[in-house]
């Protein structure tokens, strides 16, 4: 385990029940009990406060008269933001002066030959939204008491209730979901939430207001065999959120990297990323290799929604779990990106998952309250993210690397025989997985 062993129970998140969820139909609202006590109300710690046009600059290391941060603000006349989540990474935030223009800031700072890179923050954002006719009459076996399980069939078919009597997970492995932030007061999520993190002013407490979120928090490790909504890839796993996108699921990319930073420096073993930009940001890739080199993160992420071999980020980037979705009849989604650097695939379309209890920007385009099917590889990142969590909580000392590599072995071969870009090493099954660690 990375960075839980020892924290205090004021970490720990749990909130009553505000709503009768399901009623109408006279299922059990009740919540399982929090493991430990809970905590304060407020669940989330905010970012720092910076100016709306900034700059993300890293500094080479050295010895010369720009390598202290006050030589640097002297030479370009600027303040930088101090501290900030992204000092871990070597990275300062620049806000632009309104006396200047920032892109000849940028210019000026990109020319110094003691910077490696000066940008100003790209553009982030979830997968093009997938409607593809979901059709709920598929059904799997239903084997936990959770009423909806009967239309999960992405955890029958990757084996899930099988790989459970190996193990369920444990509350000290924790999935980071980096995203349009949770309904904190949902009864299937309420119990399983760490202290979270926001960049987004709007959202401060880091409430979902969008439902994408929400949705993956509960593929991930919603609570199980609770009477309530649905079962989780992770039974036990705690829930960490961070919210980086906007009611609109847009976002930036300085600020996905500054959830990644903060996710590792605060816990996480697994961090759940699905979103994307087809830029190979820097500093993106400088937060997913902190995470994974310096806090022995799994970073998972999503391929991406456009049908074809393009580049997603940070799918792309060296180590990560590239995740590609599937239907129930195991073939590739039509909607599914496909490429070399797949690493596999799992249920991306159908899946019923928590939805938030309020109104949000997804209940526009028809989506329900409380719980809904979503299609994309943004659900299939999820189910791996989960499963990466079991992996964990065999051996939390586990690499990312040999993480993956479990995940990639115990999969079940699709397409064409051995890896190929349009399955990667195939569907994942959580059974064989956790089984060929024994």
């Known amino acids: 385990m990375t960075g839980l062993t020892g924290r205090s129970a004021s970490r720990w998140v749990a909130f009553s029940l505000t709503t009768a969820l399901l009623g109408a139909c006279g299922l059990s609202t009740t919540p399982t009990s929090p493991r430990l006590s809970p905590a304060s109300p407020e669940p989330v710690q905010q970012a720092s406060v910076r100016q709306a046009t900034h ?12 390598s202290t941060r006050l030589a640097f603000e ?3 006349r600027v303040t930088l933001v101090i501290p900030h989540v992204l000092d871990a990474i070597g990275v300062d935030v620049v806000p632009v002066p309104a006396t200047m223009d920032a892109a000849d800031l940028l210019a000026r700072m990109s020319a110094d030959e003691g910077i490696e890179y000066a940008r100003l923050p790209g553009k982030v954002s979830l997968p093009r939204l997938v409607r593809n006719g979901t059709d709920l009459s598929v059904k799997s ?3 936990t008491s959770d009423p909806l399980r009967n239309l999960q069939y992405g955890l029958t078919k990757v084996d899930a209730e099988a790989a459970w009597k190996i193990t369920p997970g444990n509350g000290q492995v924790a999935i980071a979901i980096i995203d349009t932030g949770v309904d904190f007061n949902h009864p299937d999520l309420k119990g399983k939430l760490l202290t979270g993190f926001s960049t987004i002013a709007a959202q401060p407490s880091g409430k979902d207001d969008h439902g994408h979120g929400t ?3 509960g593929i991930a490790a919603a609570v199980t065999d609770n009477a309530v909504g649905v079962a989780g890839m992770a039974p036990k796993a705690m829930l960490m959120p961070v919210k980086v996108l906007d009611a609109s699921g847009n976002g930036a990319d300085d600020d996905v990297a500054t ?3 903060w996710a590792a420096d605060n816990g996480a073993d697994v961090i759940s990323l699905s979103l994307g930009t087809d830029q190979a940001d820097p500093l993106m890739k400088d937060a997913v290799a902190y995470a994974q ?7 998972v992420a999503a391929m991406g929604n456009d049908g074809a071999s393009v580049a997603s980020y940070p799918a792309k980037f060296a180590g990560v779990i590239a995740v590609g979705a599937t239907d129930a009849q195991d073939r590739l989604a039509s909607y599914s990106n ?8 799992a249920p ?12 949000v920007t997804l209940n526009q385009s028809g989506y329900s309250k409380d719980y809904a099917s979503l299609d994309g590889t943004s659900m299939a990142a999820p189910f791996v993210a989960g499963l990466a969590a079991l992996v964990k909580s065999q051996g939390t000392r586990q690499t990312p690397a040999q993480v993956k590599a479990a995940i990639t072995k115990g999969a079940d071969d699709l397409g064409v025989k051995g890896f190929d870009d349009r399955f990667g090493f195939g569907r994942i099954n959580a059974r064989k997985t956790l089984s060929s660690l024994k």
């Open 293 to 299: 080199a310096r806090r022995n993160c799994v970073i």
């Open 74 to 76: 002297q030479k370009y």
């Open 141 to 143: 076996g239903k084997g």
């Open 348 to 359: 991306g379309t159908g899946i019923v998952s928590t939805f938030p209890t309020y109104a």
């Open 338 to 345: 496909f490429g070399s650097w797949m690493s596999v695939v």
């Open 215 to 217: 949705h993956c928090a």
């Open 259 to 261: 959830g990644i930073v």
């Open 55 to 66: 700059l993300v600059v890293k500094r080479k290391t050295g010895s010369g008269a720009d």
